[in-house]
């Protein structure tokens, strides 16, 4: 968690977060929320969770690209409390992580699972290797 309390190092544009278990994970994203408002200048924050009944993953595409009303810096948080994205939310997470959106920091909070289908390891992996899994 040192990461997060260097405000001279930038803070990467796609992270995931995870714990053994979602609230967990939940509490280890506070400090990079914290860095990203207060030092950073993203005031605007849009929090997403896969567990919502209106939840769609393709509206998350849709908000990655929308700037603010005042083109303000954004933090897109992510919740996958089941840790399981299936394939449409596999897709729509590594086109954010290998696609950054301007402007915008995604934060990916999710439980840490065992075995896992093909399309979830591969978002892990996205995220270990390019871009800083937080565990």
């Not at 954004?74 to 919740?79: G, N, R, T, V």
Request: with cysteine; net charge positive.
């Amino acid at each position: 968690m040192v990461f997060f309390r260097q405000p001279e190092r930038p803070l990467k544009r796609f992270t995931c977060c995870t714990a053994k278990k979602t609230c967990c994970a939940s509490k280890r994203s506070t400090p990079l929320r914290a860095a990203a408002r207060e030092s950073r200048g993203y005031l605007n924050r849009e929090r997403y969770s896969s567990e919502d009944p209106q939840f769609n993953w393709k509206d998350i595409l849709g908000a990655a690209a929308s700037s603010g009303l005042f083109a303000d810096l954004k933090l897109l948080e992510i919740h996958v409390p089941n840790g399981k994205p299936e394939q449409s939310g596999g897709d729509v997470l590594l086109e954010l992580a290998q696609n950054p959106p301007p402007d915008t920091l995604t934060l990916v909070v999710m439980p840490k699972l065992g075995a896992q289908p093909a399309a979830e390891q591969m978002v892990r992996r996205v995220c270990q290797k390019r871009h800083g899994l937080r565990s």
